[in-house]
């Protein structure tokens, strides 16, 4: 209840404005992009809130050390060691496999500029779990947020690919300068 009221007092007194599809009635990984600034935590938040979505996300485990790790738990968060990543994709099969209905929220193009690729882990995780892909986004240009559609993963790449960055051609993070090209470094390695 009170997250649901953080959530209108959010779409009611902010800038930004939710254009969304319906949420998967299934689990999803939920790519948020383009990522460009830490604002966009909250604004995910906002959008998972007012639409009644369980989500989960990935952080670095630092983000749950000392006073942070029970608010950044009760937020949906999950902790990733880089040095075991199969943990989390193990962890993310077993909810999956015992009912759970949720969003794995994944940024796969990071907060920082100078990257010259999306990560690939949000696509090895929806292949190993037979999850939808839901494109989140966020677009500064037109100041709108939400959910764009929920789509199959088929296991060509290049051609799954192909759709998500036409979706998010023409989409602006809040600081568009950061944006990277959704192309994942398999894509490249191809070229």
């Known amino acids: ?26 689990p999803t990984v939920l790519i948020g992009a383009p990522h460009t600034s830490n604002w966009d935590f909250p604004v995910m938040l906002a959008i998972a809130w007012r639409l009644g979505i369980e989500v989960h996300w990935l952080g670095k485990t630092s983000l749950f050390t000392g ?26 099969i077993d909810r999956v496999h015992a009912g759970e209905v949720f ?28 999850m939808p892909v839901t494109l989140g986004f966020v677009d500064r240009t037109t100041m709108t947020t939400g959910l764009g559609p929920t789509i199959e993963l088929t296991g060509d790449v290049a051609a799954d690919m192909d759709r998500i960055r036409e979706f998010y051609a023409d989409k602006a993070g809040i600081r568009p300068n950061h944006r990277v090209e959704p192309r994942l470094r398999e894509e490249l390695e191809t070229d």
């Open 1 to 26: 209840m009170l997250r649901r009221l953080i959530a209108r007092a959010f779409w009611f007194l902010g800038p930004w404005k939710l254009v969304t599809e319906p949420a998967s009635s299934r």
């Open 67 to 92: 006073w942070r790790g029970p608010i950044m738990r009760g937020l949906g968060g999950i902790p990733v060691d880089r040095s075991d990543p199969k943990r989390v994709v193990a962890e993310v």
């Open 103 to 130: 969003g794995l929220v994944v940024t796969p193009d990071g907060t920082r500029k100078g990257h010259t690729h999306w990560k690939s882990g949000f696509y090895r995780i929806a292949m190993k779990t037979g």
